[in-house]
Each structure stands twice: as structure tokens, then as C-alpha cells.
């Protein structure tokens, strides 16, 4: 089967760092993405993992390991700003190359 | 550059008429569009794959009848809500993946669907 899990809710201070894991089991695996969503508002791109390993973009860094099933995104020197739901999702190989969504970890940060 | 755009951004409707969304990639070409539907506080739901020049292809438990996809060009989806109800009211997204990318998805901004 297809499944894609990870925390439902997490909370954070402003200028800490959280991390957010995802673990998948998807046949077909390709590679990781990781989405961010403020509420009302459509998904936006923060991350592609095709390789095990650690990509940072500023400060955000996601991280992947094929062999275990599980990803983290990495997020910095937190912002007010950064308050949103974050999507895990696993692309899939087969036809049309769709991505698994996970439900999505809703994050807070507190002042 | 690979926007995408959504038509309209909200929609009321009553219930047992129709509503058209439209989805287009403004600097990019996109033979395989995909249509979402969320639900408050819930991830995406991956409703159907919509591929230029071809049939659809819907997830299990999504009526092709009901939610009418056209792919007609390169550059343009679109989704129409046939006869809609109270139930389908909804936050619907589309995305696009740009020709030649193997699997990123640019979203467009997407649609709020009230049905009274």
C-alpha cells in the first residue's frame, strides 16, 4: 500500500528550530517534496529529495533516506511568519508521475 | 516564470447548476494538469490527472459525470462541476507540470466553490 505519515500538530517559539519528520511507504518511490501552506492559500514549493542526504536552502533544509523511508524538513531561526501546514509527499514512478500526499503537520510559532 | 493561474478565485452557486474552473500555466507549457480538492483543515485529495489530448484520469471514488475535466490545450484545464450540491462546497486546486520536468507541480492559487 500507499502511506505517508506525519505529525498532526506541532508548536515552536520564534527564533528556535523544529523539525518536522515524514515517514512514507510507497512502491515506486521517486523522491520527497515538501509544501507549505498558509490556511485559504494553495501549496508552495519548498523542496525536492531524490537522493539520501541533506539539501539546505537558507533557512530551510530537508532531509532524506531512501533506505529507512524518512524525510525532515528543517526550518531555522523560526518566524512569526512561518506559522503554516507543511505537506510531505512521496512521488510516484507509475503513469502520470502523481504525488502521495500526507495529511500535513500544522505548525505554530509562539513569540 | 512557471505560474499558474486559477479562474475564478471564488464562486457562489446555487445547488443543481453547474460551475466552470479554469486553470491555465501562464509561462510554461503543461500536458499533464492535476486537479485537487481540500477540505478545511485536511490535506489535498488528488481528484484526477487531466492530460492534454486525452481522457482524464480519476481517482477511485471521484464521478467522472460529475466533475467534467477538458485538457484542450497546452496551456489550459478545465474542471466543471455538473449539477453541484452543498457538499461539493470545497477549496479547489490545480496544478501543472512544466514539459520536460520530471515531477515538481507549480499550484495555482485555487478556487473557493460555495454552493447555496
Known amino acids: 500500500g500507499q502511506n505517508i505519515d506525519q505529525p498532526t500538530e506541532m508548536t515552536a517559539t520564534e527564533g528556535a528550530i523544529v523539525q518536522i519528520n515524514c515517514t512514507y511507504q510507497?512502491?515506486?518511490?521517486?523522491?520527497l517534496f515538501w509544501y507549505q501552506q498558509h490556511a485559504g492559500e494553495a501549496p508552495t514549493f519548498l523542496s525536492y529529495?531524490?537522493l539520501d542526504g541533506l539539501e539546505e536552502k537558507g533557512r530551510f533544509s530537508s532531509f532524506l533516506s531512501r533506505s529507512k523511508g524518512y524525510s525532515y524538513l528543517l526550518l531555522k531561526e523560526l518566524q512569526m511568519k512561518d506559522s503554516a501546514s507543511y505537506l510531505c509527499a512521496a512521488s510516484h514512478a507509475g503513469n502520470n508521475r502523481k504525488l502521495i500526499w500526507g495529511l500535513g503537520t500544522s505548525l505554530a510559532v509562539n513569540p | 516564470g512557471a505560474v499558474v493561474s486559477q479562474h475564478p478565485s471564488r464562486v457562489i452557486c446555487k445547488s443543481g447548476t453547474s460551475v466552470k474552473i479554469e486553470c491555465r500555466s501562464l509561462?510554461?507549457?503543461?500536458?499533464?494538469m492535476f486537479w485537487y480538492r481540500q477540505f478545511p483543515k485536511q490535506s489535498l485529495m488528488l481528484m484526477a490527472t487531466s492530460n492534454e489530448g486525452s481522457k482524464a484520469t480519476y481517482e477511485q471514488g471521484v464521478e467522472k459525470d460529475k466533475f467534467l475535466i477538458n485538457h484542450a490545450s497546452l496551456t489550459l484545464s478545465t474542471l466543471t462541476v455538473t449539477s453541484a450540491h452543498p457538499e461539493d462546497s470545497s477549496f479547489y486546486i490545480c496544478s501543472a507540470r512544466e514539459n520536460g520536468k520530471t515531477y515538481e507541480q507549480y499550484f495555482g492559487p485555487g478556487t473557493r466553490l460555495t454552493v447555496t
Open positions: 529529495n531524490v
Open positions: 510507497t512502491s515506486g518511490f521517486n523522491g
Open positions: 509561462d510554461f507549457q503543461a500536458t499533464t
